[in-house]
């Protein structure tokens, strides 16, 4: 089944300002109002007066000119169509009146000239052109106030996402440069200090336990936290994520629409408003305001019954746009019924140019309704982009993260467990065998190896294993049993494996180093479907009352959902909950 395109409610607030507004007396209302002024006067009146057509397409021409040089010259004073000018309602509705006024006197004058207007035209004339002047301008503005909106919405949507595209194609290179210039740092500044550590494993194993901590706090923790930290690409990233905020979508032609919504009763009945009172001056002249009453209030109601009825009739555009013109001619029909009650009957003719006013202005209001249809659409599409964007921009965003974090978290993760494990392991023997040096020598290596691939398809178990190869013979490190339901999570989310890694990293080398720990038990456990439980228990010291925040805690903050540390039954028990 075809998507329903929804159409919003019409906000006569948003109506009125628009008539009042900078579009009110813009070139383009007023060359739309041309052929409609022309016409009205080349219809309505060689069928009801005398005169050929050409005479009277001469009375059409004067009146069309008087108008249009009114409304040129409140435009050049005191109502600009400067765009973004306020609106103005007094003024604007100062200007259709004189405007309508001078209409008016002009066809009248011309008509009496040629012979052809009676001077009982005089009344309807000035009581008719004002009211049309008013209503056909005000109709206009509306209808393309909503156009240029939809428009503008549309062309600022193509510049936006064009930009966006651009920028997220470009931080994938700056991702790239940023990585190469990290590791650069890195080998500059540590590779010197390990060469030493490696040459001195042969020649004084004994007194290298002291120089590998040394190393630990002087060179990889300092270097740790200083690439740890922001740089410019992060700034870039956050510039681009910003800008998602401000996508948009292309306009999609409506495949069904409500039938009931492409009416829209309050704007037809101004629109009758213009056109039905001064006709009901003319033919009923001594019951003129009986009729206008039952006209305007007849076209109002008749439209509310269907708009109504046919809310929620939900059919292709082209039916759509076949029920609303059936729908105004049953109304024209109807207001003749409910005037012909009264004694009031409309002549053949009368009633046929009645009709066809109905059903050009249900084609205005409709295409006015087809339009703000469009737009939402593209406003909802809008919704849609920006959230797409803002979770794209916002996974560029982590990978730029990560991308520096991963190796300031392999350097104070990795590295430095790999040095301190080799010192704690080398204090405990006086004279270390040749298996124990190439072990260290191994675990060494391999820590700074991990510097040049990074951690990215490394899996969940296997960083376990590493763990608890790294810290054999100095702590014992019990891993948890993982489920298969878990483990297919974690492979299928690199991002939740490296967070749910580096957690684990963090507990043990913590539990090592600060509460002296000989034990540690990691398990896992599914606490919802979004998020994986690890807790990390030891049998090191138990925690301070008051407990300084260090590199690690900010780690814990940027990979955890959520994270505390706590003393529990004589045992320190890390518990981390890790997005999934």
Request: with cysteine; charged share 20%; glycine share 6%.
């Given at each position: 089944?075809?998507?329903?395109f929804?159409?919003?409610?019409?906000?006569?607030r948003?109506a009125?300002?628009?008539?009042?507004?900078?579009?009110a007396?813009s070139?383009?209302?007023?060359?739309?109002?041309?052929?409609?002024?022309?016409?009205l006067?080349?219809?309505?009146?060689?069928?009801?007066l005398?005169g050929?057509?050409l005479?009277?397409?001469?009375v059409?021409a004067?009146?069309?000119?008087?108008?249009?040089l009114v409304?040129?010259g409140?435009r050049?004073?005191?109502?600009?169509s400067?765009?973004g000018?306020?609106s103005k309602?007094?003024?604007?509705s100062?200007?259709?009146?004189?405007a309508?006024?001078?209409?008016?006197?002009?066809?009248f004058?011309?008509?009496?000239a040629?012979?052809i207007?009676?001077?009982?035209?005089?009344?309807f004339?000035l009581i008719?052109?004002?009211?049309?002047?008013?209503?056909?301008?005000?109709m206009?503005?509306i209808f393309?106030?909503?156009?240029?909106?939809?428009?503008k919405?549309l062309a600022?949507l193509?510049?936006?996402?064009?930009?966006l595209?651009?920028?997220?194609g470009?931080?994938?290179?700056?991702?790239?440069l940023?990585?190469?210039?990290?590791?650069?740092?890195?080998?500059?500044?540590?590779s010197?200090?390990?060469?030493?550590v490696k040459s001195?494993?042969?020649?004084?194993?004994?007194e290298?336990?002291?120089?590998?901590?040394?190393?630990?706090e002087?060179?990889v923790?300092?270097l740790?936290?200083?690439i740890?930290?922001g740089?410019k690409?992060d700034?870039e990233?956050g510039?681009?994520a910003?800008r998602?905020?401000?996508a948009?979508?292309?306009?999609?032609?409506?495949?069904?629409?409500?039938a009931g919504?492409?009416?829209v009763?309050?704007?037809t009945?101004f629109?009758t408003?213009?056109?039905?009172i001064?006709?009901?001056?003319?033919?009923?002249?001594e019951?003129?305001?009986?009729?206008?009453?039952?006209?305007?209030?007849?076209?109002?109601?008749?439209?509310?019954?269907f708009?109504k009825?046919?809310?929620?009739?939900w059919?292709?555009?082209?039916?759509?746009?076949?029920i609303?013109?059936?729908?105004?001619?049953?109304?024209a029909?109807?207001?003749g019924?409910?005037?012909?009650?009264?004694n009031?009957?409309?002549?053949?003719?009368l009633?046929?140019?009645?009709i066809?006013s109905?059903?050009?202005l249900?084609?205005?209001?409709?295409?006015?309704?087809?339009?703000?249809?469009?737009r939402?659409?593209?406003?909802?599409?809008?919704?849609?982009?920006v959230s797409?964007?803002?979770?794209?921009?916002?996974?560029?965003?982590?990978?730029?993260?990560?991308?520096?974090?991963?190796?300031?978290s392999?350097?104070?993760?990795?590295?430095?467990?790999?040095?301190?494990?080799?010192?704690?392991k080398?204090?405990?023997?006086?004279?270390?065998?040749q298996?124990?040096i190439?072990d260290?020598?191994?675990?060494?290596?391999?820590a700074?190896?991990?510097?040049?691939?990074?951690?990215?398809?490394?899996n969940?178990v296997?960083?376990?294993?590493?763990?608890q190869?790294?810290w054999?013979g100095?702590v014992?490190?019990?891993?948890p049993?993982?489920?298969?339901?878990?483990?297919?999570?974690?492979d299928s989310?690199?991002?939740?494996?490296?967070?749910?890694?580096?957690v684990?990293?963090?507990a043990?080398?913590n539990?090592?180093?600060h509460g002296?720990?000989?034990?540690?038990?990691?398990a896992?456990e599914?606490t919802?479907?979004?998020?994986?439980?690890?807790?990390?228990?030891?049998?090191g010291?138990?925690l301070p009352?008051e407990i300084?925040?260090?590199?690690?805690?900010?780690?814990?903050?940027e990979?955890a959902?959520?994270w505390?540390?706590?003393?529990?039954?004589g045992f320190t028990?890390?518990?981390?909950a890790?997005a999934?």
């Amino acid at each position: 089944m075809a998507e329903k395109f929804s159409t919003p409610k019409t906000s006569l607030r948003e109506a009125i300002n628009n008539a009042s507004g900078p579009v009110a007396l813009s070139n383009r209302v007023l060359l739309q109002f041309a052929p409609i002024s022309f016409l009205l006067v080349l219809v309505s009146n060689p069928s009801r007066l005398s005169g050929s057509y050409l005479e009277w397409a001469l009375v059409a021409a004067v009146g069309l000119i008087a108008t249009v040089l009114v409304l040129l010259g409140f435009r050049a004073t005191i109502l600009p169509s400067t765009p973004g000018r306020e609106s103005k309602r007094l003024l604007s509705s100062i200007a259709y009146l004189v405007a309508g006024l001078v209409r008016g006197t002009g066809v009248f004058l011309t008509g009496a000239a040629l012979g052809i207007m009676p001077p009982g035209e005089f009344v309807f004339r000035l009581i008719g052109g004002p009211l049309f002047v008013y209503g056909a301008i005000s109709m206009l503005a509306i209808f393309n106030a909503s156009r240029i909106r939809h428009e503008k919405t549309l062309a600022e949507l193509e510049i936006e996402k064009a930009e966006l595209d651009e920028l997220r194609g470009g931080i994938r290179e700056r991702i790239r440069l940023q990585r190469a210039d990290l590791l650069r740092r890195v080998q500059n500044v540590l590779s010197p200090v390990v060469d030493e550590v490696k040459s001195q494993l042969q020649s004084s194993p004994g007194e290298l336990s002291h120089r590998l901590r040394d190393v630990v706090e002087t060179v990889v923790r300092p270097l740790s936290h200083d690439i740890g930290k922001g740089s410019k690409v992060d700034d870039e990233v956050g510039v681009i994520a910003n800008r998602a905020a401000f996508a948009n979508a292309k306009s999609r032609f409506p495949s069904r629409l409500s039938a009931g919504a492409m009416i829209v009763p309050e704007l037809t009945g101004f629109a009758t408003a213009s056109i039905a009172i001064a006709a009901n001056a003319i033919n009923f002249p001594e019951q003129a305001l009986l009729g206008s009453v039952i006209s305007l209030a007849s076209v109002y109601v008749g439209y509310k019954f269907f708009q109504k009825v046919l809310q929620q009739v939900w059919v292709h555009f082209v039916f759509a746009l076949l029920i609303s013109i059936v729908s105004a001619v049953a109304v024209a029909l109807f207001t003749g019924y409910m005037l012909s009650l009264v004694n009031l009957e409309l002549p053949l003719p009368l009633l046929l140019q009645f009709i066809l006013s109905q059903i050009v202005l249900t084609l205005i209001t409709f295409y006015m309704q087809f339009v703000r249809t469009q737009r939402r659409d593209a406003e909802v599409e809008m919704t849609r982009v920006v959230s797409d964007l803002a979770i794209l921009n916002s996974q560029l965003r982590q990978e730029v993260w990560l991308n520096r974090r991963r190796i300031a978290s392999i350097l104070h993760g990795s590295v430095q467990a790999a040095l301190y494990a080799s010192a704690i392991k080398l204090a405990k023997s006086q004279q270390p065998t040749q298996t124990e040096i190439e072990d260290v020598q191994r675990d060494i290596t391999a820590a700074i190896n991990k510097l040049e691939s990074g951690e990215g398809t490394e899996n969940f178990v296997d960083v376990l294993r590493q763990i608890q190869e790294v810290w054999e013979g100095a702590v014992e490190v019990e891993l948890p049993d993982i489920t298969p339901q878990i483990l297919e999570q974690l492979d299928s989310n690199q991002v939740a494996s490296a967070c749910a890694s580096e957690v684990v990293r963090e507990a043990v080398s913590n539990a090592v180093k600060h509460g002296k720990a000989e034990h540690v038990v990691i398990a896992l456990e599914q606490t919802n479907p979004h998020l994986l439980g690890i807790t990390v228990t030891n049998d090191g010291q138990p925690l301070p009352a008051e407990i300084e925040a260090g590199y690690g805690s900010t780690i814990l903050d940027e990979v955890a959902f959520a994270w505390q540390l706590e003393n529990r039954g004589g045992f320190t028990v890390l518990g981390a909950a890790i997005a999934i």
